[in-house]
């Protein structure tokens, strides 16, 4: 074995046309699958899944296995900067803006879903501990599914895509949790204590609060008196090479560190993201001159009707103004500075959107047993466990409808204000015609002059009146005018009791919370993850067969069924959005409101 060199290096051999055949019609398929679909649903991921379960050991086993092997790992890589991407487009202002929110949504899409889980001790005759894997695998949400449909639909830079990348993170963080968790109960609960559960809950919070302390108290404080002091560097550290150099070698570190300290790979993607992200900040506000105002700033102050004026009486030195000062606001913020975004699209969107992406949602293709799927107690049952985790995640959705309380406040008391207004009217009737039979007994004579009074139409009431007028001039001449102060008040007192009611305003628009819901309803990666490591670890073994366990089963089920819905839905909403948005453009109100700005 020593003497023959085999492993001193490995062999170079042509593969055979059949293996350049299949992987090359595999990469196509998925890119040609995920264009169609985007354009039409926005869910092209969804494309690539059944790819991946066609290609795979599911369908027609056309890849080997250590070919998936080879592509769940480039797939993982695509995962990490799909989730890196996340964090570059991450407002840092935002994120704070909407923190108790996003901790509402994933608390509630980690709670509901663990608390329904419980259901399976009844439906599949499930032990609490099996309960408790299968909630913790269908609590997750999928980050990759996530960030490609805010991607694809261009929310993710809204609110509405803050919420749902924070909520979504923080429900992937705690599902990797509950993977070390799972990893360390050993099959059996005899192994589950206090130091399994809290060990990977204080890593991860750790590693977050080490993170900020550092970039707050430290390496913030040290990059502005760098970047004020203005030292003369070297033209090659403001290059993008150098950029995209130290940015990699960040993420790389902040991935390795957090994944030896006990943490979540794709949690330490997202920040390396986000900082750099803030970081990119700093470096733009350091080179911003003291004349030039921030693109940014204009838009919360209107224009003054001096500026107006002055704008109007020369037009020409006003447009050239504002377009110099634009534009060197634009060469400070993007022709000088190499953002991360920047770096992004230059070096590694093209890679990452064409092979790695692809390869990763058929990956998961690979990880769905669809042949042991279709049975028909696994079927009914998984559709019922499906649903109850489709609503786990939809429930999320409810934190940002806007409820108003003056709406059914006022409904009720007009309500009860309207049998009391119409004994209010038939009370000034009957006084109404008590007045009229009273004056007819005194002054018969008038009754003549007061009807045309109360029914008079325009000039021909008036005619009328002088008619009487010049006939009998010894009659008194206040007793019109007291009888049509009489009468008009009543009448109009009528009129505003009838026509003031209000009609209640329209609600408010439910597109953000429903598509909220639907973005949280995809499992996918951490999910199947969780649920594979439990089979492999006994915790859904019922008996002494090595057989796929029911248990197993109806969790795939819930999982792929979820994953299917979650962007499908999703998509067909924004499909109505858009057109709502064209519909109305300027004039109308958005139908994501507040929500997609």
């Known amino acids: 074995m020593a003497g023959d060199g085999s492993d001193a290096a490995f062999a170079y051999h042509e ?102 889980s419980f259901i399976l001790r ?70 589950f204590d206090a130091l399994t559960v809290i060990r990977p809950v204080f890593v991860s919070i750790g590693f977050a609060l080490g993170l900020f302390l550092l970039c707050a108290f430290f390496i913030g404080p040290i990059s502005k008196r760098v970047l004020s002091a203005k030292l003369k560097v070297p033209n090659f550290i403001g290059s993008v090479q150098f950029a995209f150099l130290y940015q990699t070698l960040f993420l790389i570190g ?109 990956s998961i293709g690979f990880a769905i047993p669809i042949t042991e799927m279709f049975k028909g107690s696994i079927i009914w049952r998984g559709i019922i466990y499906a649903l109850l985790m489709i609503f786990g995640k939809l429930i999320t959705g409810i934190w940002l409808v806007r409820f108003s309380l003056r709406r059914p406040l006022l409904s009720f008391a007009y309500k009860l204000k309207r049998p009391f207004s119409r004994i209010h009217l038939f009370c000034t009737s009957d006084k109404l015609q008590e007045e ?39 009659s008194q001449p206040n007793s019109q005018p007291e009888s049509h102060t009489q009468t008009t008040p009543n009448q109009s007192s009528t009129t505003t009791t009838t026509t003031i009611i209000p009609f209640p305003p329209k609600p408010k628009s439910l597109y953000p919370p429903s598509i909220l819901g639907l973005a949280m309803v995809a499992r996918g990666e951490v999910g199947y993850l969780i649920a594979s490591l439990a089979q492999s670890q006994g915790l859904f073994v019922t008996g002494s067969s090595g057989e796929i366990s029911d248990i197993y089963l109806v969790i795939i089920w819930a999982i792929s069924i979820c994953t299917l819905i979650g962007p499908i839905c999703v998509g067909t ?25």
Request: proline content about 5%.
């Open 15 to 116: 593969p055979p046309i059949t293996t350049i055949l299949t992987q090359t019609g595999f990469l196509l398929v998925l890119n040609l699958v995920n264009v169609c679909l985007d354009k039409i649903l926005y869910c092209g991921l969804i494309g690539q899944l059944f790819i991946g379960i066609l290609w795979g050991t599911p369908g027609a086993k056309w890849l080997d296995q250590e070919t998936e092997t080879v592509i769940q790992q480039l797939g993982y890589l695509g995962l990490i900067m799909l989730v890196y991407e996340g964090g570059l487009s991450t407002s840092i202002k935002s994120v704070r803006a909407n923190l108790i929110v996003s901790l509402c949504v994933a608390i509630t899409g980690i709670g509901t879903p663990m608390g329904l």
């Open 122 to 191: 009844e439906l599949v005759g499930a032990t609490s501990l099996q309960a408790f894997a299968a909630g913790a695998s269908l609590s997750a949400t999928s980050l990759g599914t996530t960030f490609t449909i805010l991607s694809t639909t261009n929310l993710i830079s809204t609110r509405l895509g803050t919420v749902t990348t924070s909520a979504a993170m923080l429900d992937d963080v705690v599902g990797l949790v509950m993977v070390q968790i799972i990893s360390n109960l050993g099959g059996n609960a005899s192994s």
């Open 254 to 362: 902040l991935v390795a560190g957090a994944t030896y300290a006990g943490t979540s790979s794709l949690f330490a993607a997202y920040l390396a993201g986000v900082i750099v992200t803030w970081f990119d900040g700093m470096v733009i506000e350091s080179k911003m001159p003291s004349g030039i105002v921030p693109s940014n700033t204009p838009s919360t102050d209107p224009p003054s009707s001096n500026n107006r004026a002055q704008d109007n009486d020369t037009p020409g030195l006003s447009v050239l103004s504002h377009t110099s000062n634009a534009s060197s606001t634009s060469n400070i913020q993007h022709g000088e500075t190499p953002t991360g975004e920047k770096v992004y699209e230059k070096y590694y969107k093209q890679p990452v959107n064409r092979i790695l992406t692809p390869l990763f949602f058929a």
């Open 436 to 474: 009229k039979k009273k004056k007819k007994q005194q002054t018969p004579t008038e009754t003549p002059i007061t009807q045309p009074s109360e029914e008079r139409t325009g000039n021909q009431a008036n005619t009328k009146i002088n008619n009487r007028k010049s006939q009998n001039p010894s």
């Open 573 to 597: 909403l924004v499909k109505r959005v858009r057109k709502l948005q064209e519909m109305r453009g300027s004039s109308g109100l958005d139908p994501l409101g507040v929500w997609g700005v």
